[in-house]
């Protein structure tokens, strides 16, 4: 990536984090007032709202180069399944764990 496009996703990914935090406060709002079925989808779209918010701020450091994107010896990616059945991908957990080693 050259300057121009770093500072360029850099902005956009900065936008990004403006409305996942809007989204977030809108979504808690919504899940405070609904019940049953619905408070479950909401529940879902806001944990699927900090995937993302996680998922941005991990590229975002690794644009920087505070960390590294994960490649395998075999020149894979190295993804891990997502397992829905605990609500939150589970990529998101190592996520956080390398951005929180690249401040310390």
């Known amino acids: 990536m050259n300057v121009l496009e ?32 619905i408070f479950d989808q909401v529940d879902l779209m806001s ?4 995937e993302l918010k996680v998922k ?6 690794a644009v920087l180069g505070k960390i590294e994107l994960p490649v395998s010896p075999d020149g894979t990616d190295n993804r891990q399944d997502e397992d829905r059945r605990l609500g ?15 401040l310390c």
Do not use: C, N, P
């Open 47 to 50: 944990k699927r709202v900090y």
């Open 88 to 102: 939150i991908d589970r990529r998101i957990a190592r996520m956080q764990s390398q951005m929180l080693a690249a």
């Open 6 to 37: 770093r500072a360029e996703f850099l902005d956009a990914i900065a936008e990004t984090a403006r409305l996942v935090k809007l989204a977030q406060a809108a979504l808690q709002r919504a899940r405070s007032q609904a019940h049953g079925e």
């Open 56 to 61: 941005s701020e991990w590229l975002r450091h």
